[in-house]
Structures are given as C-alpha cells and as structure tokens.
C-alpha cells in the first residue's frame, strides 16, 4: 500500500534570525517535536509522513532578511551562492532522499507529492509547484497575500517578471503550464487577515516596504493586480486562474485572521481524500 509524502514548508522567519543552521535546526526540533502545529491535527488521520525541511536564512548586521529563501522570492531563485543557489531544488534533493529512507524501512511513498505552506510558505508551495508540477499532486497555500504567481508570460503585451508571472522563467515550458493546470490546488484567505507582504512604503508609491520583493514586481502587481489586498489582488488572481483552467479552489473565510486552524477541516478533508484514491 501506498503513502503520500506530505511536505509543510516551515514559516518562521520572526522567531530566530541567524544564518546558523546548528542553531536553526535546534529551534525547528523543538517546535515540531511537540506535534502541536496545524499540519499534525490536519493529518490525524490520514497519518501521511511528514517532511518538514530547514532552508538556509540570509541576515544582515542589522537583522533585516536579504533572501527570502521560504518564500522561493525572485532574489532566492536567482542567488549565485552555493549555500543559498536554487532551494527548489535542494527541496527535490531532500524529498527524494527521504524516500529512500522511509522505502528502506517498507513505508511505499508516492512519486507525487503533497505540498503545504501558509503566509510566506504559502507561496513557496505555489511556486514550487508551478516550477516542478510533475512532482506534486496537491498544493495547499493559506494566507496568501491576495496573490499567487500568474501562470502566464505576459499581460497586455508586457512580459511579466517572476514571481508575478513567469515571462522571465525559460524552465517552466508550456508542458509544465498545463500539467500545473491539472494538480489540485486549495489557497485561501481570512477576510479579517490584514498581513500583506507585498505592501509599498506609501499608497502611491512602488518601493517595498518589505525585503524579499523587489521595485519592479511590485509595480506589475500593483498594474495588473490591484494595491488592495483582498477587494482588488483576491479576486483577480482568482479570475486569471479560473480563466487559464486551472483545477485550484479559492476559499475566503469571514473569520480567523492570519492563521491556517481557520482551514484545518477542509485541508484534513482534502488529505482524507487522497487516502481514499
């Protein structure tokens, strides 16, 4: 009998700012150790394995992030460094080496796999999917600041920068675009959720407020997107979707703020689901 590998991209990024794996991997062990986070009460009974990866962080002396490497961000994707170069596929890496393990030890693992993520590694699990849909049959992104990134090259003639779109992302082929378009996808949102990571330091301008997102796709996400997270963003990132066939469910609860327990029935749905298969 077979078992999916589910894999919950960790979002801790206010909690310990260093660049010391040692230390970042004592931290994560005693947060997950406890089996406290949502992800464990979603997988009760669908007791899938869950990999929960340690991605390296990058710091300045002031303890501002340079890389956000959680969030698979443009300057994540595109750093030339051996540590931080493409954690995408330093995921893949892992991902495959945990099934040998758990193989060995008679656990059958799906070659797809599950991937889940919320807030900023909501939209990792996004992106990744659409860079390696061939290996993931479910994604599942909560809290999502009102947008994912566009399967497609260019809006009203405008080629359009990752992570907006993929205009600028030679890998993701057309082959790739239409098996992304056909993996389950489950994003939602609070309507009370107020936190936005693609926020301009003023209401007219196109400087970020935030490290991580950069001037020039905070621009095409404001043009084709709209500044408001959930009246404007929400809803035409939904819209692209629908149009472009895309086999996602968008859900908006009224209550909750920003955090995924507001989900837990509907994701432990979904991984009851993929048991029954």
Known sequence: MQTSLLIQIPNYSASIRTTDIDERTDYIFEI?????????????????????????????????????????????????????????????????????????????????????????TAKFANRFTLLHPEIVK??????????????????????????????????ITDKKIEEFKKIKQFYYQSIDDNIDAFISTTKTSYTPANPGVIKEELKQLYNYLGRDMMNERFKNTKKIYIKKNVNATFKIYQTGGHSPMVAVEDITDLFLKEVRK
């Open 32 to 120: 997950f150790k406890g089996f406290k986070s949502h992800i464990h009460l979603c997988n009760n009974s669908s007791k899938f394995p869950i990999l929960y990866p340690l991605f390296p962080r990058k710091w300045d002396d002031s303890k501002r992030e340079e890389i956000f490497t959680h969030m698979l961000s443009s300057n994540a994707l595109f750093y030339n460094d051996e540590k931080f170069t493409r954690v995408d596929i330093q995921l893949i890496n892992i991902i495959n080496d945990v099934k040998k393990r758990l193989e060995s030890n008679n656990i059958n693992i799906d070659e797809k796999i599950i991937i889940e993520g919320f807030s900023a």
């Open 138 to 171: 479910l994604c599942i992104a909560g809290g999502i600041g009102g947008c994912l990134t566009l399967p497609i090259r260019k809006i009203e003639g405008e080629n359009l920068i990752y992570p907006v779109g993929i205009g600028n992302i030679k890998e």
